[in-house]
């Protein structure tokens, strides 16, 4: 995920930069204005930059707040899963025999 956002914020900022610079090189305007224009143009990446970033690292940071309430809302349900499914377990009382099963008690003999 953040590989992508890598990728995206580098792409952005790269057409920005080209975009810019085509611009202003093939308006017609004079050699003076046209520096003017690209030094301001430039002096505006670095701002466009950040905002990109602060508004990936929000993104991030969402979606990472959203898997977190999915994955403790996944393990309560697990959780009263396994609570539900105590009773159906064997009871204390009975052993498990050499093959593994579980066997009931003995039950008492009277003399």
């Known amino acids: 995920m953040a590989r992508r956002v890598g990728a995206f ?7 920005t930069a080209v975009g810019s610079v085509l611009g202003l090189l093939l308006a017609p305007r004079s050699g003076e204005e046209t520096r003017r224009r690209l030094k301001r143009s430039v002096a505006t990446i670095p701002g466009a930059a950040e905002e990109v970033a602060e508004d990936a690292q929000q993104r991030v940071d969402r979606l990472v707040q959203s898997a ?14 396994i609570e539900a499914s105590r009773p159906i377990q064997a009871p204390p009382s009975a052993k498990p025999d050499n093959n593994g099963q579980t066997v009931p008690p003995a039950p008492a003999v009277e003399p």
């Open 68 to 81: 977190r309430r999915s994955l403790d809302e996944t393990i309560a349900r697990l959780n009263e899963a």
């Open 9 to 15: 914020v580098g792409g952005f900022l790269l057409g």
